[in-house]
């Protein structure tokens, strides 16, 4: 009996390597064990919870190393090795990097914002919601098939839209948490039947197999196979917040703790994009006659909306920086669109994407730094208008000095040379691929986006309207400022260290 | 003439790209205990004269070590790989024809440094002032010695921000709206050069400039070069400014301090009309020749509308600002530039290269004047100071009103100084363009130019008149004449200013080889 089941085990049960599935492991893990452990702590020590949190980030960031000798996959089908659910391939572990390393930033403004809510943010919830959120996304560039790729992007979503509405008895937080939601989920729903559409006239959810056989699909299913590439590609583009999926940005970003919001700038985002790119580059690269023009269309309406949503903001409105880096968000998603259109019509389209992906880096450092000073800000002027920032060089002038290279970075002028390079890779890669009419619409939003990013620039070094107050700033806030900063300033001497990917293959 | 180790060289034109940027970053470290000076103010001042001396004299001892007897030969190469997955090199040269543009830029910013010493600019702190400055001097000096189209297209940005504050926080009335038309100006002509660069750079496989200079434009389409000068075109005559496109000059001008002013007419300008030089001409000569008559008749407006305008802000009544009148005047200087290197020919480019270096002498002078007028007097409205009957300069300060009178026609293009050869030899060069462009439209274009010249003479002799003559009144409060650090940072542009005119080889023959390899075929 049991000489004949072990060849029968083995052919059903699959072996998983476990060290490949680390990193998404560890965070939902120590989210279970955030979750339990809260419930035996007393009040005094829930900081403790923050740290778990912190460290247990830390160790699947550290989990990427052992992984970057070679591509592993695991979840294979028993009959074909080749076909996988999860692959750990560059372009998975980059943006695993991204992902938790941003998470892990977010992280550590939360410790700060946590404590200065003095107990009115449920810690133990929060931290768990985060972590899960964070393995939802870290899993979601290893997935290589569509049911993993949807499982992972709910992962990651349904903890956020509790983030966000996380402040009890917030109105405006509860609001946003449930236009967040209802948005996303309509977005979510659009997607699966697009899945669903793709399954039934391939056959298939693995991603590679896809890309062979909806090539040859019945003629009378070559509709369906169109609609379901269109409607996929919808949940994601909500993710990203390309237009016309962006309205729920700026009300997310207002309602929800500063640190939520840094964190859905750059994560959210992440999930976004690279499950574009999966969908796209990997899964149906013989439909870039549908996505391309789709995708840039429907880049250039987001960064021109993004862009012009943040012009308007007014400097002495509520919570303005936070709307405007908002607004700001919508724009930069557009331009990471670019280069996944742009490989529709690319001979190399892994090199088109990798530019997405040093842009994304990029802005993942110079944007969670933007939105850590922003949260220093905001522990003496609550309201976080941009006006607020006037004069900020005279009480704090290291911050101020590092959230303008953050601003520069951003718009991409130096000093801030790193940003200056990212977007001429995304440039480059539009003009590589022929796409000559979405470089001009860029350019022209780069220089809008100048007039607003550098307004609040100059405002940091006006002369302050009132004598400013010294406070401490707290260690977890400052090392968050110091990591960001430190790594904008090193990209911007070794651009390289990114603009690598834009140059090899990921896959 | 001197023989200097070629790693010295090398050394050298690293240092003097890299040491103001190393300045800058120095100036927001406390100062050593030994060199804190009477107050933190002055030492600060201080430094940045020291920093930027520094440069000046590594710029001379370049100028010096350069192989005098090969012009046209790159010297001083460095060349490393700086960010692969790009193509982008930290590739630094200098020939003749950007080697008197770095002398130059080191100069004017060591003068304005100096001038600032002892005259600082009303605003915010003298620190920020000297470390803006310092990148400024980095950022232009960069741009004359990047032989890497992306390279060069970062330089051409990294003077948009210290640019702007200068003008933003330590200008006159109206600063802020004319740093915003400069800036968004500069960066929306700088974006869609990007754009034209990179379709080069893309298209012919290389983003080196000695590569694509020596390719001579036949790894490129015709059609891509017609685009690729369009698009880089228009950057670049953003900031030259060519007419239409000019209209930020003004404003940044009469908003800009004295020093920004200088800088900014010295030798921002200057970036543009040689990326024309170093990029246009020898990388995309196809597409150059299908808009040179455009240029040029561009080029020719420019000159005729600097000129008008001009006439009509000196005309009294009609509360012309001198300032923004020297603005225009350099509208037209740089449109006999834009002509000279239209014609395409050895002679043009010579002329404009030429006209480029003398109008940064003579303008800067001008600046300097002009400022040092307003701090006296408070204004620099023409009929302010002149009231009814001149301002009466050569009466209440004879030597400053000299100096301007000195200027004003050295401005004109008095044979015999600077002004005269660069507009004589673009002119010349429009009498016989280059084969494939159409004589007549250049002999048109020739005989409106020359007609320019007249209209100069005619408003700068208006402005001396109303300036410099007069009659002093009656118990008027004399002015201070010139002080001895204005002396200190005036003297070496007039004296470069006559030497230039009277001695024109001394120039031309560091320009002339490396133009006629240019046109023939790229850089050895």
């Excluded at chain 1, 400022?481 to 090193?490: C, F």
């Excluded at chain 2, 379709?199 to 001579?216: C, E, I, P, Q, R």
Aim: glycine fraction near 10%; aromatic fraction near 10%.
């Amino acid at each position: 009996m049991s000489s004949l089941a072990q060849p029968l085990a083995e052919s059903v049960v699959q072996s998983v390597d476990w060290l490949a599935i680390a990193p998404p492991t560890i965070a939902a893990v120590v989210g279970l064990v955030v979750l339990v452990v809260d419930l035996f702590v007393g009040d005094a020590k829930k900081g403790l919870l923050g740290w778990l949190s912190v460290a247990g980030l830390a160790a699947s960031t550290l989990m990427l190393l052992p992984l970057l000798d070679g591509d592993r996959s695991t979840f294979c089908l028993t009959g074909d090795a080749a076909v996988c659910s999860y692959t750990a391939d560059r372009f998975t572990l980059v943006i695993q990097f991204l992902v938790l390393g941003g998470a892990l930033l977010a992280a550590l403004l939360s410790v700060t914002v946590l404590k200065d809510a003095n107990r009115e943010l449920p810690e133990g919830e929060f931290w768990f919601l985060l972590l899960s959120s964070a393995a939802g996304a870290a899993l979601l560039p290893a997935s290589r098939d569509l049911a993993t790729l949807i499982v992972a992007l709910e992962v990651a979503s349904l903890p956020a839209f509790a983030l966000v509405g996380i402040k009890r008895g917030d109105r405006k937080s509860s609001e946003a948490a449930l236009k967040f939601f209802l948005s996303s989920v309509t977005a979510t729903a659009v997607s699966l039947m697009g899945v669903s559409f793709v399954y039934a006239s391939t056959g298939t959810l693995y991603l590679t197999e896809i890309a062979t056989k909806i090539q040859n699909v019945d003629g009378q299913l070559h509709t369906l196979a169109q609609t379901g590439v269109v409607l996929t590609l919808v949940g994601f583009a909500f993710k990203t917040a390309a237009v016309p999926f962006h309205f729920w940005v700026p009300d997310t970003y207002v309602g929800a703790p500063l640190p939520v919001a840094a964190y859905l700038s750059v994560v959210g985002k992440a999930v976004g994009f690279s499950g574009l790119i999966l969908v796209t580059v990997i899964a149906l690269p013989s439909y870039a006659d549908v996505w391309g023009p789709a995708l840039a269309a429907l880049a250039a309406l987001t960064m021109t909306i993004g862009n012009v949503g943040a012009l308007r903001q007014q400097p002495t409105h509520a919570y303005s920086a936070v709307r405007l880096l908002a607004w700001s968000s919508v724009g930069q998603a557009g331009y990471l669109l670019v280069p996944i259109a742009a490989a529709a019509y690319s001979q190399d389209a892994e090199k088109a994407v990798g530019s997405t992906i040093a842009y994304a880096l990029m802005y993942a450092a110079v944007n969670l730094g933007a939105f850590a000073v922003a949260a220093l800000v905001a522990r003496t002027k609550p309201l976080n208008r941009i006006s607020d920032y006037r004069g900020l060089y005279a009480s704090r002038p290291l911050s101020a000095l590092v959230l303008g290279f953050f601003l520069l970075c951003l718009a991409g002028l130096p000093p801030g040379i790193i940003g200056l390079f990212a977007k001429v890779t995304v440039f480059s890669a539009a003009v590589d691929a022929g796409l000559g009419w979405l470089a001009v619409v860029m350019a022209v939003n780069v220089v809008i986006a100048l007039f607003y990013y550098l307004q609040w620039t100059t405002l940091l070094f006006r002369a302050p309207e009132e004598e400013p107050e010294k406070h401490r700033v707290p260690a977890p806030l400052t090392a968050a400022i110091a990591l960001t900063a430190v790594l904008g300033v090193a990209l911007s001497g070794a651009p390289q260290l990114v603009l690598r990917f834009s140059d090899t293959g990921l896959f | 003439m001197v023989d200097i180790n070629e790693s010295v060289m090398q050394f050298l034109l690293a240092f003097i790209v890299v040491g103001p940027l190393l300045g800058a970053a120095a100036a927001f470290l406390p100062a050593p205990p030994g060199l804190k000076g009477k107050s933190p103010e002055q030492a600060m001042l201080r430094h940045g004269v020291t920093v930027t001396g520094a440069v000046l004299i590594a710029a001379i001892v370049l100028a010096l070590g350069f192989d005098h007897n090969q012009p046209s030969r790159m010297q001083a190469t460095t060349d490393i790989s700086w960010i692969p997955a790009l193509d982008v090199r930290i590739h630094l040269g200098t020939d003749g024809i950007s080697l008197p543009l770095l002398v130059l830029t080191a100069l004017l910013t060591f003068l304005c440094a100096l001038y600032s010493y002892f005259k600082m600019p009303s605003g915010p702190t003298p620190k920020a002032f000297v470390a803006l400055l310092l990148v400024l001097e980095s950022g232009t000096l960069a741009t004359f010695a990047v032989l890497d189209l992306l390279l060069f297209f970062l330089a051409f940005e990294m003077v948009l921000i210290p640019m702007y504050f200068l003008i933003a926080r330590w200008g006159g009335e109206q600063r802020q709206a004319a740093a915003w038309k400069f800036i968004l100006y500069t960066l929306l002509g700088s974006v869609v050069m990007l754009l034209g660069l990179l379709l080069v750079g893309l298209k012919s496989g290389t983003f080196d400039m000695m590569a694509l200079a020596t390719d001579n434009g036949r790894s490129l389409t015709t059609s891509v070069q017609v685009i690729a000068v369009l698009a880089i075109g228009i950057g670049l005559a953003v900031k030259t400014p060519m007419w239409p496109l000019h209209s930020w000059l003004p404003d940044a001008h009469t908003a800009a301090p004295t020093v920004g002013s200088v800088l900014l007419a010295g030798v921002l300008l200057k970036m543009g009309t040689y990326g024309f030089v170093r990029i246009l001409l020898p990388i995309t000569p196809d597409g150059f020749r299908t808009f040179a008559p455009y240029l040029a008749a561009f080029a020719v407006v420019g000159i005729i509308y600097g000129s008008l305008a001009c006439l009509a802000l000196a005309k009294q009544g009609a509360k012309g600002d001198l300032k923004r009148l020297i603005a225009y005047s350099s509208v037209g200087h740089m449109g006999f530039v834009l002509l000279g290197i239209a014609t395409m020919t050895p002679t043009g480019v010579n002329g404009a290269l030429f006209a480029n270096i003398a109008h940064g002498l003579i303008t800067g002078l001008l600046f300097f004047l002009v400022g040092a007028l307003k701090d006296r007097t408070g204004t620099s409205d023409l009929d302010t100071l002149a009231e009814k009957t001149g301002a009466a300069l050569y009466g209440k300060a004879p030597r400053l009103g000299g100096l301007l009178a000195f200027g004003a026609v050295a401005s004109l293009g008095l044979p015999g100084l600077a002004g005269f050869w660069g507009e004589m030899l673009a002119l010349f060069g429009a009498f016989d363009p280059a084969d494939g462009l159409s004589r007549p439209a250049f002999l048109t274009f020739m005989a409106i130019a020359a007609f320019g010249t007249l209209l100069t003479a005619a408003y700068m002799l208006i402005v001396v008149r109303r300036v410099c003559m007069g009659v002093v009144p009656q118990g008027s409060p004399g002015l201070a004449d010139v002080q001895t650090y204005e002396f200190a940072a005036w003297t070496p542009l007039v004296a470069l200013t006559v030497v230039a005119g009277l001695w024109p080889k001394a120039l031309l023959g560091l320009t002339d080889p490396a133009v006629q390899q240019l046109l023939a075929g790229g850089t050895r």
